[in-house]
């Protein structure tokens, strides 16, 4: 029996797991399709996973970059949302558990997403800080203006420079604007928020364990990124890679040590590995094994789109699609137009990608992006990022926040959202206790 | 010695203990004179607490109605903030103790606030939730999404209600207000995201000990308000107070009881006590007994302002001033002229609460205002409680907003922030530990 409450239609039942870019895209597209869309996810929210990085830098409200997913979907008819976390698979009885009891599908999307990837370095796990939920990016942004405040007390120099050591490692797209935000900070908002402090005492390293940053970008894109970033302050270190990191101590491959109490890590993500899915079909990497229709090998009625799913059908990737928005995006259409193909008997569409460009902004007025035939970089990449990204968010609340909070911040050099949210000494022992905030 | 690291000048050092409108205003209005203010907080912004209900139902991201003190005072140039929790005082010696060290002070304020009062009854304080700080808010609008999600997971109407009664407790403009937004979610929010439960199920009751709401407005405005709620759908119950609550069942006064698992407690404050301070000028509920001058009882460089501080010099009030955000104001400027005369050596002024008057907004379109000479309520005193409390919010940026938020709500019928963010797997344990978020 199906437990949590979802109503039964003599519909075929589509189960998609996670509301990410790829769950919502693939529910969106099922809208005029004859079956029954449940679409699971443990947050009650898509989130803007792009813009995440301002979040943890003060520049946007959390709330701002979410859109509860009951929003999206309101005038969608043949859909039920639950939150739920998925704990395993009974793929032989098509029954899907999880927290909340078990759910029966016809077709099961896995479209789960990516966790940060530590590979297996315990020390960087315990004490890095990965970049992949909103509650981890305002818990950087509580963080890093607390090592303010608490450098404040200090006197003595070397006490408080590794409270003010920002390391971030991984020189792709996250890594890059998560330190152009920090070194804008540090312009910006040091001099004014902490006249105290002397400015040099704060410092933003970024760290690529290959030889140039922006990987999937021409080289001339790298060099520029780094010539940009070096501008604004940032210590970009290539060709190094992180050894060890106990908390206060970098160690990197070089031997050169960084004292440092904040490492932020975005070198690598992997899929989530869902209980019950076959030892045969799941990668090192985490992510799942999937042909052309994004079908999970072995099976004809359990798919996987996006960050979880490996394709390598195509031979400009090898290693399967970039873990990226885009990809996840098209296979989600993909499927849907499949899906019904497969109902219909009707033989399914191989995916194909397509690489709508690159784009990764730096600072204030500067940006790099890549499409197919152009290439362009500083203030008119800028502001095409800035459309694209605002076009992107959902919601016309949403895009219009994130307008003004960019609008103020361009022109007051502002952040406006610098507070530590901390639990008070309140009675709120039930409310944590259920909610687990 | 005063150890965090607080210059040292040859100006007297008035030392002002919380950032509320109370704090804030006394440092504002000492810019120019000849002392070095140092301001101390808990957190790092000032809250806008009258417009924490909004919060917690969902009408505004917590971003909006907190500022950071440093924004605050970044033009103040006699001003030092540290992030800091009073622990005790040693008045002979002029010290405060403080979690980050000792600090010394010529002049001492507190301006500390107040906190639930739950009236010693141990069963509420543990279950119940109070609505005094930005967590409780957040934790509150988690808390409530959740609930709606669970109840979607149960079939038994007689499960769900517990899940859907909301018991506000407190008939003042703290519950009145919050029984009038969460009457609002009933109404328009819940059939649209969940069209699945019926309506009835959801309950809303604001429960008085008094005989009307609004007790310190006219009975007028009490019957209004109590009318307008009973409109909106809320059950309210006058006359009734709360024996027990353990979390599930509500057991009231008359003998009747609710079962609920959301008891919202704004029923009463109290005065923060501050260790140190004698037994002799402290009072039963935790406020501080001070002269018409807000000197401490038996000192004559310590105040106290707010709802920490208890003045009886006003036959209007025998009891001390209401504990509302006007007369912290207005005392913290009446304190900041008195330090210059006293340390001109001049008499100083005694204090003189001008009633600015009150509202309360009861939902759309709704609001109850009363000044000195007026009465109004419904559309009119609606757009004034909107825009009095738009002009009192710090910083253009969250001034616009709250408007763009308030403005697309009214329009769309929507509530913008109904996510829950909560704690994901991830490697966060330092970060818990050191931001105990």
Same mark, same amino acid.
């Given at each position: 029996?199906?437990? @949590?409450?979802?109503?039964?239609?003599?519909?075929?039942?589509?189960?998609?797991?996670?509301?990410?870019?790829?769950?919502?895209?693939?529910?969106? &597209?099922?809208?005029?399709?004859?079956?029954?869309?449940?679409?699971?996810?443990?947050?009650?929210? /898509?989130?803007? &996973?792009?813009?995440?990085?301002?979040?943890?830098?003060?520049?946007?409200?959390?709330?701002?970059? =979410?859109?509860?997913?009951?929003?999206? #979907?309101?005038?969608?008819?043949?859909?039920?949302?639950?939150?739920?976390?998925?704990?395993?698979?009974?793929?032989?009885?098509?029954?899907?558990?999880?927290?909340?009891?078990?759910?029966? +599908?016809?077709?099961?999307?896995?479209?789960?997403? !990516?966790?940060?990837?530590?590979?297996?370095?315990?020390?960087?796990?315990?004490?890095?800080?990965?970049?992949? !939920?909103?509650?981890?990016?305002?818990?950087?942004?509580?963080?890093?203006?607390?090592?303010?405040?608490?450098?404040?007390?200090? %006197?003595?120099?070397?006490? *408080?420079?590794?409270?003010?050591?920002?390391?971030?490692?991984?020189?792709?797209?996250?890594?890059?604007?998560?330190?152009?935000? #920090?070194?804008?900070?540090?312009?910006?908002?040091? @001099?004014?928020?902490?006249?105290?402090?002397?400015?040099?005492?704060?410092?933003? +390293?970024?760290?690529?364990?290959?030889?140039?940053?922006?990987? $999937?970008? %021409?080289?001339?894109? $790298? /060099?520029?990124?780094?010539?940009?970033?070096?501008?604004?302050?940032?210590?970009?270190?290539?060709?190094?890679?992180?050894?060890?990191?106990?908390?206060?101590?970098?160690?990197?491959?070089?031997?050169?040590? *960084?004292?440092?109490?904040?490492?932020?890590?975005?070198?690598?993500?992997?899929?989530? @590995?869902?209980?019950?899915?076959?030892?045969?079909?799941?990668?090192?990497?985490?992510?799942?094994?999937?042909?052309?229709?994004?079908?999970?090998?072995? +099976?004809?009625?359990? #798919?996987?789109?996006?960050?979880?799913?490996?394709?390598?059908?195509?031979?400009?990737?090898?290693?399967?699609?970039?873990?990226? =928005?885009?990809?996840?995006?098209?296979?989600?259409?993909?499927?849907?137009?499949?899906?019904?193909?497969?109902?219909?008997?009707?033989?399914?569409?191989?995916?194909? +990608?397509?690489?709508?460009?690159?784009? =990764?902004?730096?600072?204030?007025?500067?940006?790099?992006?890549?499409? %197919?035939?152009?290439?362009?970089?500083?203030?008119?990449?800028?502001?095409?990022?800035? *459309?694209? /990204?605002?076009?992107?968010?959902?919601?016309?609340?949403?895009?219009?926040?994130?307008?003004?909070?960019?609008?103020?911040?361009?022109?007051?050099?502002?952040?406006?959202?610098?507070? *530590?949210?901390?639990?008070?000494?309140?009675?709120?022992?039930?409310?944590?206790?259920?909610?687990?905030?």
């Amino acid at each position: 029996m199906t437990q @949590p409450n979802i109503p039964e239609t003599t519909l075929p039942r589509v189960v998609i797991v996670g509301g990410g870019f790829g769950g919502v895209n693939l529910a969106k &597209q099922l809208k005029h399709a004859p079956v029954q869309v449940v679409l699971l996810d443990r947050n009650n929210y /898509h989130l803007f &996973q792009p813009l995440l990085y301002q979040v943890s830098t003060a520049g946007l409200e959390p709330d701002s970059i =979410a859109f509860p997913l009951r929003g999206i #979907f309101r005038k969608q008819k043949n859909i039920v949302f639950r939150m739920a976390e998925v704990t395993g698979i009974r793929s032989t009885e098509n029954i899907l558990e999880t927290g909340v009891g078990e759910v029966r +599908y016809d077709y099961l999307v896995f479209a789960t997403g !990516s966790n940060t990837n530590f590979f297996g370095n315990k020390g960087i796990e315990d004490n890095a800080i990965g970049m992949k !939920s909103l509650i981890e990016a305002v818990q950087i942004r509580n963080y890093v203006v607390k090592q303010f405040e608490e450098s404040l007390l200090l %006197s003595d120099p070397e006490l *408080i420079k590794p409270k003010l050591n920002f390391v971030m490692v991984g020189g792709g797209p996250t890594g890059v604007e998560l330190a152009g935000a #920090f070194a804008e900070l540090r312009k910006y908002i040091m @001099p004014k928020d902490y006249p105290d402090l002397p400015q040099d005492l704060m410092n933003v +390293y970024l760290i690529e364990s290959g030889p140039r940053l922006l990987a $999937s970008f %021409s080289e001339k894109t $790298s /060099h520029q990124t780094q010539h940009d970033l070096q501008a604004l302050g940032v210590r970009v270190m290539c060709n190094t890679g992180v050894k060890e990191y106990d908390g206060q101590v970098v160690t990197l491959s070089t031997g050169e040590v *960084i004292h440092s109490q904040s490492l932020l890590w975005s070198a690598g993500v992997k899929g989530v @590995p869902v209980k019950g899915i076959p030892e045969e079909v799941r990668l090192p990497n985490g992510r799942i094994l999937v042909n052309e229709f994004n079908q999970v090998k072995g +099976y004809t009625n359990i #798919f996987a789109i996006g960050d979880i799913a490996q394709m390598t059908n195509d031979q400009r990737f090898p290693k399967g699609y970039p873990m990226v =928005a885009q990809v996840a995006i098209q296979q989600g259409k993909n499927v849907a137009q499949n899906l019904r193909l497969f109902m219909e008997q009707k033989p399914m569409k191989a995916f194909y +990608y397509k690489d709508l460009g690159s784009m =990764a902004t730096i600072g204030r007025n500067r940006a790099v992006a890549e499409f %197919s035939n152009m290439r362009f970089s500083g203030y008119f990449a800028w502001i095409v990022w800035m *459309i694209v /990204h605002l076009m992107s968010l959902l919601g016309f609340r949403n895009k219009l926040v994130v307008f003004i909070n960019w609008f103020y911040r361009y022109f007051t050099y502002e952040r406006g959202t610098r507070i *530590i949210i901390k639990r008070g000494a309140a009675n709120i022992v039930k409310l944590r206790q259920t909610v687990g905030v």
